[in-house]
């Protein structure tokens, strides 16, 4: 059974994603798509503790190995017990964040080897890829700005300085280059009813 869609949303900090995700799903809802939206790390109440775990900020620091298997942990629950079956039904789904924010994060942030990265992908997801990823890039400064200003508690990662966002940013950028036409760049630091309208086109593009 297929007809369902795996569309996932990267970008750094503030970029949009959750903003953009809850956009896509309403769009195709008025199309008469039902997506289900998700988010990692988490998704499931189970991968939800991982993520508290990898983002809360505490004394004890995690290493960056134990990172990345943090956040493949939390991947392969999720899979497991949300995103596969949901496909396997023929359903839609937009998940905020997959495993290129790991290649952007951990391998491009923190140093962690693409090969143990793609290994590691490969152990947990095989060939099961997105298919379609909307990068939403913009300058860090803008990113960290819009994040910020939500005065939401700050996560671990956003106890990082520009340095390591820049990385990420210059990691979603390289992957993007690899991987088009998969991953679709998208301005984001334009105004939201001007994302949100080329946003539209990715998607029907899908429909
Ligand atoms: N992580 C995650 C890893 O390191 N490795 C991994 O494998 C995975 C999966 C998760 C953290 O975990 C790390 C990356 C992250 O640091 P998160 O909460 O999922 O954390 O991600 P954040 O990036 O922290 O989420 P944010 O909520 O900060 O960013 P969003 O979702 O990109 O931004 P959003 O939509 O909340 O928007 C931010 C603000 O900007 C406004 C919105 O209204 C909102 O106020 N906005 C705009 N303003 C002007 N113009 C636009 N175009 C706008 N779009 C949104």
Redesign the pocket.
């Known amino acids: 059974m297929s007809g369902g869609r795996f569309i996932t949303l990267e ?10 995700a809850r956009f896509a799903r309403e769009w195709l809802s008025a199309r008469g798509v039902q997506a289900l939206l998700t ?3 988490g998704g499931t109440a189970l991968a939800e503790r991982v993520r508290d775990i990898v ?1 809360e900020p505490g004394p004890e620091p995690i290493p960056s190995e134990a990172e990345v298997l943090l ?1 493949f942990a939390a991947r392969a629950i999720h899979l497991a017990s949300l995103i596969r079956p949901a496909l396997a039904r023929g359903e839609w789904v937009i998940c ?4 290129d ?2 290649r952007a ?2 391998g491009g942030g923190r140093g962690i080897t693409g090969a143990l990265i793609d290994h590691l992908a490969e152990v947990v997801h095989g060939d099961l890829w997105p298919d379609c990823t909307v990068l ?1 890039d913009l300058p860090v400064q803008e990113g960290l700005r ?2 910020r ?2 005065a939401a508690a700050v ?1 671990r ?2 106890q990082e300085r520009e340095p390591f966002f820049e990385r990420v940013r210059q990691a979603y950028l390289q992957l993007a280059e690899r991987e088009a036409p998969r991953i679709r760049v998208i301005d ?1 630091s ?3 009813d001007a ?1 949100q309208r080329e946003v539209a086109g990715v998607l029907e593009t899908l429909l």
């Open positions: 970008g750094i900090e503030g970029a949009g994603k959750s903003t953009i988010r990692e790390p983002l956040m905020d964040r997959f495993t924010a790991t994060y951990q939403l819009r994040a200003a939500r996560d990662f956003e984001a334009r105004p939201l994302v």
